[in-house]
């Protein structure tokens, strides 16, 4: 039976950048990737700020990189619009089927072993051997890492999935350096529909949603616009409830998507996942040279879920929170918080947000002039039972 240190199951960006880090501390790291080519489907619609990547340690190629003129976003209430400068965000959108190739050969470089169209069937205990069960057969190991997405989270836990479709469309109305979201609770219920430029006329574009029919949805909001081709579709669940309580489980841990690490306001998660891989393959380099003790060893492990949370969790609680508030506001509630935005408090959100943290310009669009309006909105018919108009 084949052996290795450490087998990570789902070779997306947290765990390509997990067996990156294994790798190069000298570890034995084989990725198991159960589709039949690394970045695909490509659910992602790839926005991420430069800063981001080159935390995580990665350059991107310009083979990678689809576009990096971003300079507005455009947010619309059913009855509003306002607009963000996102100049100084730094925003690019990548193209993550090569982008995840990329991770991979870097992987791959440091000594990782890469394998496509290979599923895992099941990780535990025989004997004295952890086994990994694959569609390839048996491997041994001492450390498994699930990295396999929001397929593994799904099997625990349903309530924070969200329907989601996106197509990849050709049309002129497509802006190529303006992102477009649109809130609107009746056709798109706790979430959006977003549009994502990928050059001139041609864009992601997309929509989630509690309890809808995305390709429908979808398909409306396409047609609302004008004429286009669609020339590709993606459909995929995606996750919004926050990470699960634990990522350390004696020798297994949980990476990425299947430990809920993408942000709960907009399911994204290239650097919030692509860090969770850094450091879990950082923590288990450390757990390997202490495999002999046993406390020792899952304290080092341990290292990487409280690391994350200490980078991540202020941000997150700070974005359930925003989400709580998006799912009980009604079309109304929406067109009223949108309208009581200073176009000051919009211009000062835009110098100083974070494109990966959100919590500096959502502290600055809710703590603005008219906070208790605000509230009144954010709460739609239920606070306007219990607030009367001034």
């Not at 950082?282 to 757990?287: I, Y």
């Amino acid at each position: 039976m084949p052996s290795y240190d450490v087998v990570i199951a789902g070779g997306s960006i947290s765990g390509l950048l997990a067996a990156r880090e294994i790798a190069a501390g000298g570890l034995s790291v084989v990725v198991l990737e159960e589709d039949a080519e690394i970045g695909t489907p490509e659910h992602c619609g790839g926005l991420v700020s430069t800063s981001g990547i080159h935390n995580l340690g990665i350059v991107p190629d310009i083979e990678t990189i689809e576009n990096n003129r971003i300079a507005h976003a455009k947010v619309f209430s059913p009855s509003g619009c306002f607009e963000i400068n996102a100049e100084r965000q730094k925003v690019i959108v990548l193209n993550r089927r090569a982008f995840d190739k990329q991770i991979a050969f870097q992987a791959q470089e440091n000594g990782a072993e890469i394998r496509v169209r290979c599923s895992m069937r099941s990780f535990g205990k025989e004997g004295s051997e952890y086994v990994v069960k694959t569609s390839e057969g048996d491997l041994s190991c001492n450390f498994f890492v699930d990295a396999r997405g929001i397929a593994s989270i799904i099997s625990r836990n349903r309530d924070g999935v969200l329907h989601s479709a996106q197509y990849e469309v050709y049309a002129s109305w497509i802006e190529p350096d303006t992102i477009e979201v649109t809130f609107n609770s009746q056709q798109f219920p706790g979430f959006f529909a977003w549009i994502i430029p990928t050059g001139r006329g041609k864009g992601k574009v997309g929509v989630a949603g509690r309890r809808i029919n995305a390709a429908r949805a979808l398909q409306r909001y396409i047609d609302s616009k004008g004429k286009s081709s669609i020339v590709r579709k993606i459909y995929a669940p995606i996750w919004i409830n926050g990470p699960v309580r634990t990522f350390v489980f004696d020798r297994m841990i949980i990476v990425g998507d299947a430990a809920g690490q993408s942000k709960p306001t907009t399911a994204g998660g290239i650097y919030s996942c692509g860090m969770g891989g850094v450091l879990a393959g950082r923590a288990l380099v450390d757990a390997a040279d202490n495999i002999d003790s046993s406390k020792k060893e899952r304290l080092l492990l341990k290292r990487y879920e409280s690391n994350w949370f200490s980078m991540f969790k202020p941000e997150f609680d700070k974005m359930l929170l925003a989400r709580r508030l998006l799912e009980r506001m009604d079309n109304k509630a929406i067109d009223e918080l949108i309208a009581t935005i200073p176009p000051q408090t919009i211009q000062e959100a835009s110098i100083d947000g974070d494109f990966d943290f959100h919590s500096t310009a959502l502290a600055k669009i809710l703590g603005a002039k008219g906070a208790a309006r605000m509230a009144k909105a954010l709460l739609g018919n239920e606070i306007r039972r219990l607030i009367p108009e001034s």
